[in-house]
């Protein structure tokens, strides 16, 4: 049969912006505590941006070069385009409609309300004119444009106002530009009595006294705009001598890319309209017109400053990790592998893995890959202190972490003055891959103990994605993490891995491999079973031999967060693929790949989503995990991740996704069954540890 059918694929694109819908569906979700459906609705917001800055961007510079080659569903650049066009106008009505008519009205309920000016009280009215005077008006600069000023570079994703003036003494139209500060907040709160907390927003407030700025001239109309720009980098790095200096030129181009997106605030002049969309070369199928405050992005800082705990979900406290409670961390991974589920379990095991080997005396050596960290990183903290104990430290830091890059330069200079061996990967290679070597001398020789994952090695966002980690001392690990470290940083060369699969060299024939094994066992008239979990399955090679695997027989249950390109339930070609999707408040982040192998089950966990840029352009890794115990606690993981009732999704024939039919089903919501399951393992361990106490 022919897998190159168009109607086989969904196109990339349109598959993200229907993950994104399921994001908004959480905040339209009546049953989440309001100031939940808060944050989804900023996490929808800000995930437009990135869409725009990267993913349209991209699009928008194919068609400009005239490129007309098409994706697997057959679309060109044009046609995809046009399709995003066409249905994220429909998304952000959607938003707003949410946001004017459900989100606003019961912050209102709760005594939350964000004013508009003529909503004012006088006392209220009093401090706003005084707020303006005082803190905002000495920040404000007016940008005239006319012949001898050309329209402002404004910075992308930064609110401006655009302001159409008339000369008093004639009829010319003129135009200025005012940007909305960003030095002070953008929600103030106002004086309020009778306990009811009352805000208006900082362009509200320039918009009424704009006036002051443009003396001898009639404000004939103001208006709100925002431009999202072309973000994404393009390094030639085979050109390039310093890497490092390299990017941090490109980040500061970065603000001043090409425009392909304006929000412009509803009822703006058809003139100021026009005008926009003469200056910055914009078609008029990539202004988005907004019902309301343009960029909700805000919603997030706004909605945590409030407080109000009573308005969010229950907060879930990571737990400690029963194997190493009142435990040497070394001395338990020396005689068992260790898993740990996040952030359920807590990742201070690793923060605490990390600054134990800094201070251990029997540390030699540490090396560690850096992906994303957090901005006060314990764990760099912990590296530095290493170098400052005698120990060999060497840190991989990737600089090309899109939106990170900025973060990770800081973190490398820091590193590198601090006496650690910091290197930058290899050339057109991110490397994605998460892992901890430590080196560790003892009675019995060298000793190697490796931390792989499937996530950052980023405190904070540890607290709010899900991913999996996992603790080895056994050699085989040792030897392949040591000699990928060796790939990293030299020139060896390795073809044979003893346990891992890497990318770009090894893991997609790994994963191809696997499935053909099913195909094999399914021939065979054995149990043939695949279980994948991942955030985006994008690639056509691993979608075609998924469909192969479905035609000869082969289950397959597919957990992807974000963009899946396969379609299920194809008539005698996917009828045997389930694609589902879950949507909560922990970012779902973990990979894991199930293969039956007929009874004897191979499972890995990895860095890697299965995209072209995972499998291709990345060094990833996918281990595999051999202990029985901790085999079947993965599949538990799969099995109650299938089994939620309440936050997963089900892909439909033509590619949206619905929510399941509860009637009659046990009402799960995998996260919290989760966080019940290791709390169960904790008790376990705590109430084992008393009796031990007890006897001895």
């Not at 005077?133 to 920040?139: C, D, G, K, S």
């Not at 019995?444 to 001392?473: C, E, M, P, Q």
């Not at 191809?512 to 195909?519: A, D, F, P, R």
């Not at 339930?569 to 922990?586: A, L, P, R």
């Amino acid at each position: 049969m022919e897998l190159s059918n168009p109607n086989y694929y969904i196109n990339r694109e349109l598959g993200w912006l229907e993950f994104n819908e399921r994001v908004m569906e959480e905040a339209q979700d009546k049953s989440n505590k309001i100031l939940e459906r808060v944050k989804f609705l900023a996490i929808c917001s800000s995930n437009l941006d990135e869409f725009f800055m990267v993913r349209v961007s991209g699009l928008m510079d194919l068609d400009i070069a005239k490129v007309s080659s098409k994706d697997p569903s057959l679309l060109t650049p044009k046609q995809q385009l046009s399709e995003i066009s066409e249905k994220v106008h429909k998304m952000v009505s959607k938003q707003y409609n949410c946001f004017n008519r459900s989100i606003l009205p019961t912050l209102q309920k709760e005594n939350i309300l964000i004013k508009k000016f003529e909503q004012l009280d006088k006392n209220q009215e009093s401090f706003a004119k005084e707020y303006f005077e005082h803190i905002v008006y000495p920040i404000l600069t007016p940008m005239a444009i006319d012949k001898s000023r050309p329209f402002p570079l404004v910075n992308n994703k930064h609110l401006h106002i655009i302001i159409e003036l008339l000369e008093k003494k004639s009829s010319e139209t003129l135009f200025a530009v005012v940007q909305v500060p960003t030095v002070i907040n953008r929600v103030t709160k106002l004086p309020a009595e009778n306990g009811v907390a009352e805000f208006i927003l900082l362009e509200d407030v320039i918009i009424e006294y704009i006036g002051k700025l443009f003396g001898g001239y009639k404000v004939v109309d103001t208006s709100i705009f925002r431009i999202t720009r072309n973000a994404d980098l393009s390094i030639q790095e085979d050109e390039a001598e310093d890497l490092l200096l390299e990017i941090e030129k490109s980040i500061k181009k970065r603000r001043w890319g090409h425009p392909v997106r304006i929000e412009i605030e509803k009822g703006m002049s058809k003139v100021s309209r026009k005008f926009l969309e003469s200056s910055l070369k914009v078609k008029s199928e990539n202004v988005y017109e907004i019902n309301g405050a343009i960029d909700l992005t805000y919603l997030m800082g706004f909605s945590l400053s409030l407080g109000y705990e009573k308005l969010r979900n229950e907060k879930l406290e990571p737990l400690q990790i029963p194997e190493f409670i009142d435990s040497d961390m070394f001395e338990v991974i020396k005689n068992k592998d260790v898993l740990v589920h996040h952030p359920y379990d807590s990742f201070d095991c690793v923060i605490r893995f990390i600054k134990e080997a800094s201070k251990d005396p029997n540390v030699l050596a540490i090396k560690q890959t850096l992906y994303r960290v957090s901005g006060n990183s314990p764990i760099v903290s912990s590296l530095i202190n290493a170098v400052e104990n005698g120990k060999q430290v060497t840190v991989l830091v990737e600089l090309k972490a899109r939106f990170d890059e900025e973060n990770n330069i800081l973190w490398a200079k820091k590193l590198e003055k601090a006496g650690c061996h910091v290197v930058y990967g290899l050339v057109g290679l991110k490397t994605h891959c998460k892992m901890c070597l430590v080196v560790r001398q003892e009675d019995s020789g060298i000793r190697r103990y490796v931390h792989l994952g499937t996530g950052n090695y980023n405190d904070s966002t540890a607290k709010i994605y899900t991913d999996l980690g996992f603790f080895t001392s056994k050699e085989t690990f040792g030897e392949d993490v040591s000699a990928l470290f060796n790939v990293l940083t030299g020139y060896s060369k390795v073809t044979n891995w003893g346990k891992i699969a890497v990318a770009p060299k090894t893991l997609r024939q790994t994963f191809l491999s696997c499935i053909e094994g099913e195909i094999l066992n399914a021939s065979l008239g054995k149990e043939a079973l695949i279980i994948a979990k991942m955030n985006s399955l994008v690639d056509v090679e691993i979608i075609q031999a998924l469909y192969k695997a479905s035609m000869a027989g082969v289950k397959i249950k597919l957990i992807v967060r974000g963009i899946c390109c396969l379609k299920a339930g194809i008539e005698n070609v996917s009828e045997n693929i389930t694609v589902v999707s879950v949507v909560d408040k922990f970012l779902e982040h973990s990979r894991i790949y199930y293969f039956e192998n007929a009874g004897e089950p191979r499972i890995f966990l990895s860095s890697a989503d299965l995209m072209p840029r995972n499998l291709d352009r990345r060094v990833e890794v996918a281990f595999p995990i051999d202990d029985r115990d901790l085999k079947e606690r993965l599949f538990e993981i799969l099995e109650i991740t299938l089994s939620d009732t309440e936050k997963l999704r089900i892909q439909n024939p033509d590619g949206t996704y619905s929510k399941i039919d509860r009637r009659g089903r046990e009402h799960v919501r995998s996260q919290d069954k989760f966080y019940e399951k290791a709390l169960e393992r904790l008790k376990e361990a705590e109430s084992n540890l008393a009796v031990l106490n007890n006897i001895t």
